[in-house]
């Protein structure tokens, strides 16, 4: 892989180089992008309110880093990891985060994005400018009970983005966290009902809500009992992970 030394700071306005969109970085992880050692970038802010959601300090708190300094930290990561995770929060949401994956690419990271999807106008020029490698996509839930879970009326926007990554040769997997007070297992069966309707191939990736840690919302006990790992199809494979 080519790796280049420079940054190239005159691609960058002073507006990005000094916005600080980023709330901490993770330097080094072998679990987050499949196969490869990475760091994770979680950037502050998120357009959805999901009550399970682990990161309330992410979601809700303020940037702390600007992008000056994640280039710098990547520049002297190069060598040292294959790739980086644009995590949160939600990434696109971010203003200039385009030009942003254009630094981290000319460094020859490759990169990966975790997205709740609602934003297929930028990761559709992600794909077509083939700054992405990698996505995970949350499929929160089909749009009976999207907006009670998201506290955002996005599903129409998390299916255009299912679509943009299903056409596109990017490899990507779809994500599900479950509690049992939101999805019951018939709503779960529903959804990879859906995921088939909409030609999804591939794993799904199931994780049961963790009990008795802190989220975004007030939720209570979720009953694990629902096995997904039962649920596969000839076309999706239900993956349960820890
Ligand atoms: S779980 Fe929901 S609120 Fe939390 S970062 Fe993901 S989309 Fe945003």
């Known amino acids: ?41 979680w950037f502050a802010g998120c357009n959805m309110r999901c009550s399970y959601c682990y990161n309330p300090n992410i979601v809700l708190g303020k940037g702390k880093l600007d992008f000056e300094s994640i280039l710098k930290f990547l520049k002297s990561r190069i060598g040292l990891l294959d790739g ?15 030009p942003f994956i254009e ?31 990698y996505a995970a996509l949350d499929f929160k839930s089909l749009p009976t009970n ?16 299912l679509t943009l990554l299903t056409n596109s040769s990017i490899p990507f997997e779809v994500r599900t966290t479950l509690h049992s007070a939101l999805i019951s297992r018939i709503d779960f069966l529903k959804m990879i009902d ?24 007030e939720l209570g006990h979720s009953d694990k009992s629902l096995q997904p790992e039962n649920c596969s199809t000839s076309k999706i494979k239900v993956i349960f992970r820890e």
Request: glycine fraction near 4%; include cysteine.
């Open 146 to 161: 999207f907006e009670s879970i998201t506290q955002s009326d996005l599903f129409a926007e998390f299916e255009e983005s």
């Open 1 to 41: 892989m080519e790796k280049k030394a420079n940054i190239s700071s005159e691609r960058i306005s002073k507006k990005l180089w000094s916005n600080k969109a980023v709330y901490s970085i993770t330097p080094f992880t072998l679990l987050d992008y499949p196969d490869r050692a990475a760091c994770i970038v």
């Open 194 to 217: 859906y995921l088939e309707n909409q030609n999804y191939e591939g794993r799904y990736y199931v994780q049961h809500f963790m009990n008795n840690v802190p989220t975004l919302g």
């Open 84 to 98: 980086v995770v644009l995590s949160g929060g939600e990434c696109t949401i971010h203003k200039n985060i385009i």
């Open 103 to 133: 630094e981290i690419k000319a460094m020859g990271f490759i990169v990966k994005i975790d997205t709740n999807g609602s934003k297929p106008t930028i990761l559709k020029k992600l794909i077509d400018q083939k700054l992405i490698d």
